[in-house]
């Protein structure tokens, strides 16, 4: 009992502080000042871990821990996120310019709500089929998912949350953190995606191979694992 009510404690402080960091985020895009673009970035990070374990807890709630947030998804996780925090400061005020690029922040705007979509589409198609963590034995529940935004992509999860990470660092119009954003989100879901299809190749046998065969990864020069 006690450990229940400690973890609904830990759920609830994780989510109020989110929640303090979107409203944070919504007054500042709605306020006259020149950081609204990082007011938008505020609400759309602290939208995505909320809603990350919000979605875990609707479509698979046997997996649901504290970690379904991704708040400790990882140390280079973190200090790629303080160092976007660092380049936006510094830039702001030594080139206050290159900050007030609204096209720039627009477009990124945009990547970010059409990979938030993405990725939340593909975890409700997935349904419990679909977990944060790479699994190595199939469940008795485990189907191979081809439908909905499936049939486009092999990975739309994986797909939306490349174009997310990248899309926030555009809106924030950080030059050094869109570079490195975008090659080390590449190389992290390479590895990722490779991993995943030897199991699933494993567990679906000729029928992933098959789909794999019809279906492209979704991310640019990405095509997983090779089958002979």
Wanted: proline share 3%; hydrophobic share 45%.
């Amino acid at each position: 009992m006690v450990m229940v009510v400690c973890g609904c404690v830990q759920v609830a402080v994780r989510a109020c502080f989110l929640g303090v960091i979107f409203g944070c985020g919504l007054m500042i895009s709605c306020s006259e000042t020149t950081w609204t673009h990082f007011g938008w970035y505020l609400c759309s990070l602290s939208f995505f871990h909320y809603s990350e374990y919000l979605v875990t807890a609707i479509i698979n709630p046997h997996s649901l821990t504290l970690d379904s947030f991704l708040l400790n998804h990882s140390v280079e996780y973190s200090l790629a996120a303080v160092s976007s925090w660092v380049e936006f400061t510094v830039e702001k005020l030594t080139f206050p310019e290159l900050k007030q690029l609204n096209w720039l922040s627009v477009v990124g705007l945009l990547l970010v709500l059409c990979g938030e979509a993405l990725r939340k589409a593909a975890m409700l198609t997935a349904g419990s089929n679909f977990n944060h963590i790479v699994q190595n034995e199939k469940a008795q529940s485990h189907v191979l998912v081809t439908g909905g935004v499936y049939a486009y992509f092999r990975h739309p999860s994986y797909v939306g949350w490349f174009y997310w990470s990248t899309g926030t660092q555009v809106m924030l119009c950080n030059p050094v953190c869109i570079l490195g954003y975008t090659i080390a989100s590449w190389r992290f879901f390479r590895e990722r995606i490779e991993e995943e299809e030897l199991s699933l190749i494993h567990f679906f046998t000729e029928d992933y191979v098959e789909y794999k065969k019809r279906v492209p990864t979704g991310l640019p020069f990405i095509s997983g694992i090779r089958v002979n």
